[in-house]
């Protein structure tokens, strides 16, 4: 992979996000968190974060500290809880749980007050938003977590294919040629589906730069990213 350009992104979204992101994808209750299930699952896509090279905040690793520490202490045998003086300290989950919530009420309200300026706005629209794009779902409900998942799962499908043979030659790959690629590639005003972005990349390094592409697209609102109905594949749009 060429080192000569290289994308810093920044993620967005909290830790809280995160976690709220996996719960919902698993259809977990957020009083009953799998403790061990979220914490592995959380882990994973810190090493994809640092895989890409993104721009974490602290507080991905704070929350990422604080899942260990709930893990450890849940598989600490009764013999080796706390002292009776600290018996009575809360369970951290809990708190964990009080602070999702929490999040999670401030997340719908701001959907709530987005939606209500999305309809005064059409109120005044001057130009009629056209059938097959008020059939997608909005931007917004694809997140970087989205974007993120659908790629590990690329990835995991090439580790399959090439059953963990070791590159012949080496492969280098700049993500402006990938730019450059995927612009051709979405001019045509058809939708690219997400996995055929990746259909020609025959290495783990061409599928990170391409992804870094696409992640740099989106963030300079030259693609937009949607899916038409829940869990259906992702769609790349030029905007």
């Known amino acids: 992979m060429s080192q000569e350009y ?38 994973e896509f810190m090493e994809l974060f640092k ?48 602070q999702l919530l929490e999040y999670k009420k401030f997340k719908e309200a701001a959907a709530h007050l987005g939606q209500r300026e999305a309809e005064r706005q059409g109120i005044f629209a001057r130009i009629v938003e056209e059938p097959e794009q008020a059939a997608a779902r909005p931007l917004g409900d694809v997140t970087v977590f989205d974007l993120i998942n659908a790629f590990n799962k690329v990835l995991k499908r090439l580790d399959e294919k090439r059953e963990n043979l070791a590159e012949i030659f080496e492969e280098n790959f700049t993500v402006a040629d990938k730019i450059d690629l995927i612009l ?21 390094s061409e599928i990170v730069v391409t992804f870094l592409a696409l992640l740099e697209l989106i963030r300079l609102k030259q693609l937009r990213c949607v899916q038409p109905e829940p869990f259906a594949e992702i769609e790349i749009n030029r905007v």
């Open 51 to 98: 895989m890409l090279d993104l721009d974490v905040a602290g507080e991905f690793v704070v929350m990422a500290a604080n899942l260990i520490y709930i893990k450890s202490r849940s598989l600490l045998p009764v013999s080796a809880q706390p002292p009776e003086d600290e018996a009575d300290e809360e369970d951290p989950r809990w708190e964990l749980v009080r």
């Open 6 to 43: 290289k994308v810093k992104l920044e993620v967005f979204e909290g830790p809280l996000d995160l976690l709220l992101y996996l719960i919902k994808r698993d259809e977990v209750d957020v009083y009953d968190i799998p403790i061990e299930h979220i914490t592995r699952q959380y882990l």
């Open 184 to 204: 051709k590639m979405t001019g045509t005003g058809v939708a690219l589906k997400f996995t055929e972005l990746f259909s020609t990349g025959s290495s783990r």
